[in-house]
T-cell receptor, first 112, second 110 residues
Framework: EAQVTQNPRYLITVTGKKLTVTCSQNMNHEYMSWYRQDPGLGLRQIYYSMNVEVTDKGDVPEGYKVSRKEKRNFPLILESPSPNQTSLYFCASSPTMGTEQFFGPGTRLTVL | GENVEQHPSTLSVQEGDSAVIKCTYS??????FPWYKQELGKRPQLIIDIRSNVGEKKDQRIAVTLNKTAKHFSLHITETQPEDSAVYFC?????????FGKGTMLLVSP
């Protein structure tokens, strides 16, 4: 089944404890992206990747890191999480930029 | 960067009525305009999209129009049904980034 998967789906952590949210797609898509969704703010892009080893900042990259060592995986890293990073996070992929994006199921993160 | 404004933020209609959601964008280089529907607790899913070389696109009860000169595009849903109730997001993209509007919560009452 063609899909985008994320793990974990839910995470409660404390300020400063490094964490990684994994994202994987099995559709051989070149473009991958991370978004955060907050009430009243819609979906805001954190980082994106046009292809392997090519990543760039979106609109809200502060406090986040990503890597794209393989085409299928695009992990989101929070080196020192803070409460303002409490949010719902979505990973998405698409064949290329400017085509339909397929979203993962979301990861609800709470930072205490 | 791109800025996408979406209106209204909430929209309530009676079943069978039409619903229209409007978006404006700022970057004249944007050339792809998708619309996503997000049901409560679910992930966003594409419902229709349009490219800058097309003025209108229709898929059954859903249509999207694009006015490049004015830099605005709209989603039209006809004969609304309760299952159309969801949050709808417009988006605009140029070369590399996808910028979303803040969303419209559509409520369709039976």
């Amino acid at each position: 089944e063609a899909q985008v998967t994320q793990n974990p789906r839910y995470l409660i952590t404390v300020t400063g404890k490094k964490l990684t949210v994994t994202c994987s797609q099995n559709m051989n898509h070149e473009y991958m992206s991370w978004y955060r969704q907050d009430p009243g703010l819609g979906l805001r892009q954190i980082y994106y990747s046009m292809n392997v080893e090519v990543t760039d900042k979106g609109d809200v990259p502060e406090g986040y890191k990503v890597s794209r060592k393989e085409k299928r995986n695009f992990p989101l890293i929070l080196e020192s999480p803070s409460p303002n990073q409490t949010s719902l996070y979505f990973c998405a992929s698409s064949p290329t930029m400017g085509t339909e994006q397929f979203f993962g199921p979301g990861t609800r993160l709470t930072v205490l | 960067g791109e800025n996408v404004e979406q209106h209204p933020s909430t929209l309530s209609v009676q079943e069978g009525d039409s619903a229209v959601i409007k978006c404006t964008y700022s970057d004249s280089a944007s050339n792809y305009f998708p619309w996503y529907k997000q049901e409560l607790g679910k992930r966003p899913q594409l419902i229709i999209d349009i490219r800058s070389n097309v003025g209108e696109k229709k898929d059954q009860r859903i249509a999207v129009t694009l006015n490049k000169t004015a830099k605005h595009f709209s989603l039209h849903i006809t004969e609304t049904q309760p299952e159309d109730s969801a949050v709808y997001f417009c988006a605009a993209t140029g070369y590399s980034t996808l910028t979303f509007g803040k969303g419209t919560m559509l409520l369709v009452s039976p």
